[in-house]
């Protein structure tokens, strides 16, 4: 009888994604919906218009802390909800202080768990017609 083996194999555990917004609440906007989009694997519809609207505040030491948070309180809310968030208004948004509205539905499949906004690679950039980031998220 042999032993047996094993082997280490590639596998990719990380998405990364380039959001832009014309202002700081458009470009949080955006990267909500594109969390929902790989969250559903298609172009994130609206909820239900009877769905539940949600408040979400949160504070956070600078601008990229807070847009990690963000992300993070919508996987949070998405994995004990079990909703995928597709209306997402940024009431108001500073370097350090986020105030939302967002409503979601409960998709009969998820084609991707996220597990996780990260810090890796994280940056935001103004320039004269707005906001930029590159986002990498733990699925």
Do not use: C
Request: no cysteine; net charge negative.
């Amino acid at each position: 009888m042999q032993p047996g083996t094993y082997q280490f194999e590639p596998h990719t555990a990380e998405v990364q994604f380039r959001v832009e917004g014309t202002s700081l609440p458009e470009l949080f906007e955006e990267s909500g919906y594109a969390l929902a989009e790989l969250m559903l694997g298609e172009s994130p519809p609206e909820p239900p218009r009877d769905a539940e609207e949600e408040q979400v505040t949160l504070e956070s030491a600078d601008t990229e802390a807070l847009l990690v948070d963000w992300l993070n309180e919508l996987i949070s809310r998405a994995d004990t909800k079990k909703r995928v968030y597709t209306h997402i208004v940024v009431d108001d948004v500073s370097e350090r202080k986020l105030r939302a509205r967002i409503r979601g539905f409960t998709p009969e499949v998820l084609k991707t768990a996220v597990k996780a906004a990260t810090f890796h690679g994280l940056e935001i950039r103004e320039h004269e017609e707005g906001f930029n980031a590159t986002v990498v998220l733990d699925v």
